[in-house]
C-alpha cells in the first residue's frame, strides 16, 4: 500500500476520500435489512474467504466487510486505479491491480493479481473480486474466482447488494451507482469450496455454481431492496411498445408521415439507376409475387456481399428441410440481379420494404413468414418491432458491428434496448462483437463465426474465361476488385509505375458499385489510358491499358483470371471488402490499411503472411511487381492464405444448427400440433 499511496496525486486523493465518503453517506441514509447482519456474521464466520460479486454492482463492496477484519479488493488495471486505491484506504482496505484477459489475447495483469490475491488469502485477509472479468461477457463467472479458491484453499461467498433506487450507466456489465435514501438489500449464497485436487475438466462444475449462487444472490437482493433488476442485468429483456423510448417512437411516426415522398425518393433513385421502376410496388410493402404454400423461413441481406454469404445458408437449410420455401428480400439492385443468378428453386426474391410501419405491414401481411433472418447489420426498427409484434422469431446471423455503430447504439439505450432484444438469437462473427450484442440488450447471443469464410468460391463462367484468357493473350494482369471513389486514380497511379517494367501489363478494375463504370472509364482516358469496358461488351485487346469490369457476378471469374488482387474499400477509410473470394479463387490478396469491417480474415491473412498491407499507388506497384515476377512466392502466399482461412471457418455447420431449432420437420410441427 505505501507504493499506492507515494504514486497517487493529490487529485487521486481528493476524488478518492470523496468517493469513500459517498460511499458512507449512502449507508447511512438507507435503511438497511436484516439480512446485512448475516452478510456479516457469514464473512466472519468463513474469514479469510473470497467475497465474489458481479462487476457491476461492487460499489458497496466495503461496507459488508466487518471493520475488524483485513481485506484487499482486486480491480482491473485501469486509470482509476488511483482513486480506487485512495477510497479503500479510507475503508483500510488495499487495492490488488489486475484481471483475466478475457478474450482480448493481452497481458492485463492477471498473474500478478492471482499471486497477490493467494498471498492475501493466506496471510489472513480476505479478498473481494468480481466475478465476471472485464473484456469477457457480463454475469458469466471467469475461472480467475475459481483458481484463487483452489490455490488458497478458502471458499468462495457469493454476495449481492442492490438499493431501492439507483443509476446503471450504459457500459458492458451495466455498472450501477447507488443512490441514497434507498432500501438497501443483501444477499448471501452459500460458500463454494474448490478442492486443490480438482482436476482441470472439473473445473467448470464450481464455475458453474459460483454462477448460479451470484445470480440467486444478486435476484434475492433486488427483491429485499424492492428494487427492479431490469435497468441493472445486461441482456434482460424489456419487450413491448409500452417501454419503447421517445426518439424510437418518434422514429416510428415520423416514417409513417413521410409516405407521401416515398415514391419521389423511388423516382430520384431509379433515374440513378438504383431502383427498378417496375418493381417500385415491392418497396412500398406491395408485393408481386405469391406467397407458396407452407413454412417459409424469410432472408434478408442489404447488397452483393451478404447475399452472397445467405445463398450457401439458405442451400443447406433446403436440403434439410424439403418442404420449407425461402424468401429473400434485398435493397439494391445489383443484389438483386445475383439473386436472380442464383437462388434455389424454392425461393422467391423480393425487395425489401421501405422502412415505414405501414409498407412493413403490407409486406407481412402478404408473406407471413415463419422465421425471420436478418445478415450482419440490418437493423431496421420498424421491421424489427412489426415482426417481433406477430410473434415471428428474429434471428441475427454473421452480426457485426462497427467501433462506431457500436457507440452510436450504446449512446441511445432506449432505441438500442428494445430492438435488439426482439432478437430471439444473434450468432456473432467473433467475441468481441459477441459482448457489444450483449451489452446492447441481446438476449442470447452465440459466437458463430463469419459465414462468408465458409461460402464457396464465387461462380465462374468457364466459357467468359476462356475468352478473357485469349483477348489478354498471356499479358501480366493486376486486378483492383470493389473500389471506391477515390481509389480508382490511385489503382491508375500504380499501374502507371508497373507498367514501366511490365510494359504490357493490363489492369482490371472492377467497382464495388458497377453503376460508376461509366465516370471511371472517363477519368482513365483523361491520363492518357486505353480503355475497354466489360459493360459494353467490350473485351480487352493488345493495347487496352485498363479494363473497366462494371457487371454484376463476376468476380470469381476475374480472381480467376488475375494472380495479385488489391481489394478496395480499404485505402479510402470504408472498413475495406470481403478478401475470402479473391483467396478461394487463387489470387494473392494486397490491402489498403482499412480493413476493419472484415478485421477476423484479414488478421489471420496478414498474421499468416498472406496477405499484404499497401498504402500508396508506389507501394502496390512495387509489391505488384515482387509478386508477378516470383512464381514461387505466389504459391507459398496462395497456401499460406488458404492454410489462414481454414483456422478461422466452420460459421456455416454451426449457424444452420443455430436455425434448425427454429424450423422443425413437418413431423415434429404435426407432434406439436396435436
Given amino acids: 500500500m505505501a507504493n499506492d499511496r507515494d504514486s497517487a496525486t493529490a487529485l487521486d486523493r481528493l476524488v478518492g476520500g470523496l468517493l469513500a465518503r459517498y460511499i458512507r453517506y449512502v449507508e447511512h441514509t438507507s435503511w438497511q435489512t436484516k439480512e446485512m447482519g448475516e452478510t456479516l456474521e457469514a464473512h466472519y464466520h468463513h474469514h479469510p474467504c473470497i ?5 457491476g454492482q461492487f460499489m458497496l463492496l466495503p461496507i459488508i466487510r466487518p471493520s475488524y477484519l483485513p481485506a484487499d479488493v482486486m480491480l482491473a488495471r485501469h486509470r482509476d486505479a488511483g482513486i480506487m486505491a485512495e477510497a479503500l484506504r479510507h475503508f483500510d482496505m488495499r487495492l490488488i491491480r489486475g484481471a483475466g484477459a478475457a478474450s482480448r489475447g493481452k497481458d492485463r495483469g492477471g498473474s500478478h493479481a492471482y499471486m497477490a490475491a493467494v498471498q492475501a488469502l493466506r496471510d489472513g485477509r480476505s479478498v473481494g473480486m468480481t466475478a465476471d472479468v472485464p473484456g469477457g461477457e457480463a454475469r458469466k463467472v471467469g475461472l480467475g474466482i475459481i483458481m484463487v479458491d483452489r490455490a488458497s484453499g478458502r471458499p468462495i461467498l457469493p454476495v449481492a447488494i442492490a438499493t431501492t433506487r439507483y ?14 435514501y434507498s432500501g438497501l438489500g443483501f444477499a448471501i449464497a452459500p460458500a463454494i469450496y474448490v478442492p486443490r485436487e480438482t482436476k482441470p475438466d472439473e473445473l467448470e462444475q464450481y464455475r458453474q455454481q459460483v454462477q448460479e449462487g451470484l445470480n440467486w444472490a444478486t435476484e434475492q437482493a433486488f427483491a429485499r431492496a424492492g428494487a427492479d433488476p431490469a435497468r441493472a442485468t445486461p441482456g434482460m429483456r424489456r419487450g413491448g411498445n409500452a417501454e419503447l423510448g421517445a426518439r424510437l417512437k418518434a422514429y416510428r411516426a415520423l416514417t409513417s408521415l413521410a409516405r407521401p415522398i416515398a415514391p419521389l425518393l423511388l423516382g430520384l433513385r ?22 407458396p404454400a407452407g413454412r417459409l423461413a424469410w432472408f434478408h441481406a442489404a447488397s452483393v456481399g451478404e447475399t452472397n454469404a445467405v445463398l450457401p445458408l439458405m442451400a443447406a437449410l433446403a436440403q434439410e428441410r424439403p418442404s420449407l420455401s425461402f424468401l429473400l428480400t434485398t435493397g439494391t439492385v445489383t443484389s438483386a440481379q445475383l439473386a436472380a443468378q442464383r437462388i434455389g428453386p424454392r425461393t422467391i426474391h423480393q425487395y425489401a420494404p421501405l422502412d415505414a410501419r405501414e409498407y412493413v405491414a ?10 425471420a433472418v436478418f445478415t450482419e447489420s440490418e437493423i431496421w426498427p420498424n421491421l424489427i418491432l412489426e415482426s417481433s409484434g406477430r410473434d415471428i422469431p428474429l434471428v441475427l446471423i454473421n452480426a457485426r458491428m462497427t467501433r462506431r455503430s457500436f457507440r452510436r447504439w450504446r449512446r441511445n439505450p432506449s432505441v438500442a434496448h428494445p430492438l435488439f432484444s426482439r432478437f430471439a438469437l444473434v450468432l456473432a462473427q467473433n467475441e468481441g462483437l459477441a459482448r457489444r450484442f450483449t451489452e446492447l440488450g441481446a438476449p442470447s447471443v ?7 469464410v465458409d461460402a464457396p468460391p464465387p461462380v465462374v463462367n468457364c466459357v467468359e474465361l476462356e475468352r478473357l484468357r485469349s483477348a489478354l493473350e498471356g499479358r501480366p494482369v493486376l486486378i483492383a476488385a470493389s473500389t471506391h471513389e477515390g481509389e480508382d486514380a490511385i489503382i491508375a497511379d500504380a499501374h502507371r509505375a508497373l507498367a514501366a517494367s511490365l510494359p504490357d501489363l493490363c489492369t482490371i478494375i472492377a467497382p464495388r458499385h458497377p453503376e460508376r463504370g461509366g465516370a471511371i472509364a472517363e477519368m482513365l482516358k483523361g491520363r492518357g489510358f486505353k480503355v475497354a469496358r466489360r459493360s459494353l461488351g ?3 485487346d493488345g493495347s487496352s491499358d485498363a479494363y473497366v469490369a462494371d457487371t454484376i457476378g463476376e468476380l470469381g471469374m ?4 488475375a494472380p495479385v488482387a488489391f481489394i478496395g474499400g480499404s485505402l479510402v477509410d470504408r472498413g475495406g471488402q470481403n478478401p475470402i473470394e479473391a483467396v478461394r479463387q487463387g489470387a494473392v490478396v494486397l490491402t489498403g490499411p482499412h480493413w476493419q469491417n472484415f478485421a477476423d480474415a484479414y488478421d489471420a491473412l496478414i498474421d ?41 471457418s466452420g460459421a456455416l455447420p454451426r449457424t444452420i444448427e443455430a436455425l434448425l431449432q427454429y424450423l422443425p420437420r413437418e413431423e415434429e410441427g404435426l407432434a406439436r400440433a396435436s
Fill in 558 to 561: 476475374l480472381y480467376k483470371l
Fill in 446 to 452: 452465440i459466437v458463430a463465426g463469419n459465414l462468408k
Fill in 51 to 55: 467475497v465474489g460479486m458481479w462487476h
Fill in 608 to 648: 499468416n503472411r498472406g496477405a499484404i498491407v499497401v498504402h500508396s499507388a508506389e507501394e502496390i506497384a512495387s509489391t505488384a511487381r515482387k509478386l508477378l515476377s516470383d512464381e514461387a512466392e505466389l504459391g507459398e502466399m496462395r497456401n499460406r492464405a488458404n492454410a489462414a482461412l481454414a483456422t478461422i
Fill in 362 to 371: 403490407g409486406f407481412l401481411d402478404h408473406w407471413r413468414p415463419d422465421l
Fill in 270 to 291: 431509379e433515374r440513378r439507376g438504383k431502383e427498378e421502376p417496375l418493381r417500385r410496388g415491392e418497396r412500398l410493402g406491395q408485393p408481386s409475387a405469391k406467397r
Fill in 167 to 180: 443509476l446503471a450507466l450504459n457500459s458492458w456489465s451495466r455498472m450501477t451507482i447507488n443512490l441514497p
Fill in 538 to 540: 467490350d473485351l480487352p
